[in-house]
Nanobody, 115 residues
């Protein structure tokens, strides 16, 4: 079992920045695919960014060039640096991990961007 705990959400203005963190309960980055998803009310949960166990990175089209995913193996922590925020980035952001075929989700952290 793995627990994922997100933090760092909150309120930001358009054009501002936030950094989300996802702390894993144990060391998994060497064999887990990690990522961030987001879900706005009434919408499906969409991929924001993902990092494979080998370090390959992919971003959703709407955040390319603005968001950066990274990890600190020593701290078992995944990050999402969000810059140039837009009101449409408002959503609950979820940390996600896949270990072999098992999916793990954090509880989510709310990000609200005011215009």
């Amino acid at each position: 079992q793995v627990q994922l705990v997100e933090s760092g959400g909150g309120l930001a203005q358009t054009g501002g920045s936030l950094r989300l963190s996802c702390a894993a309960s144990r060391s998994i980055f060497g064999f887990a695919h990690m990522g961030w998803y987001r879900q706005a009310p009434g919408n499906q949960r969409d991929l924001v960014a993902m990092m494979s166990a080998g370090g390959n990175i992919n971003y959703g089209d709407s955040v390319k060039g603005r968001f950066t995913i990274s990890r600190d193996n020593a701290k078992n922590t995944l990050y999402l640096q969000m810059d140039s925020l837009k009101p449409e980035d408002t959503a609950t952001y979820y940390c996600h991990a896949v270990i072999i075929t098992t999916n793990y989700w954090g509880q989510g952290t709310q990000v609200t961007v005011s215009s």
